[in-house]
Nanobody, 119 residues
Framework: QVQLVESGGGLVQPGGSLRLSCAAS????????MAWYRQAPGKQRELVAA???????NYGDSVKGRFIISRDNAKNTVHLQMNNLKPEDTAVYYC?????????????WGQGTQVTVSS
């Protein structure tokens, strides 16, 4: 069973920064895509950023130039550096992992971490 534990959320003023982390545990054979999504109240969950194994990172249009996703393959961890945060970035942030285990390929979600941008 794969478990994802997110950390780093909180309250920050507009223009500030936060760094989210997501660590995966369990018997994981191979990880393909590691990604961050977010969901604001009353809105659909949307892609924030994704980093495939050996591929090009992908960002949502609203965060390009402000957020940076990175992964540490040795630790099965993905990070999201969020800079110049805006009130519209307020949401619950979820990490998602596409990986293979003894059960085959599948995707897994973290429990979510709240990010609130407010003065």
């Amino acid at each position: 069973q794969v478990q994802l534990v997110e950390s780093g959320g909180g309250l920050v003023q507009p223009g500030g920064s936060l760094r989210l982390s997501c660590a995966a545990s369990g018997i994981i054979f191979r990880i393909n895509v590691m990604a961050w999504y977010r969901q604001a109240p009353g809105k659909q969950r949307e892609l924030v950023a994704a980093v495939p194994s050996g591929g090009t990172t992908n960002y949502g249009d609203s965060v390009k130039g402000r957020f940076i996703i990175s992964r540490d393959n040795a630790k099965n961890t993905v990070h999201l550096q969020m800079n110049n945060l805006k009130p519209e970035d307020t949401a619950v942030y979820y990490c998602k992992l596409d990986c293979s285990t003894s059960r085959g390929w599948g995707f897994y979600w973290g429990q979510g971490t709240q990010v609130t941008v407010s003065s």
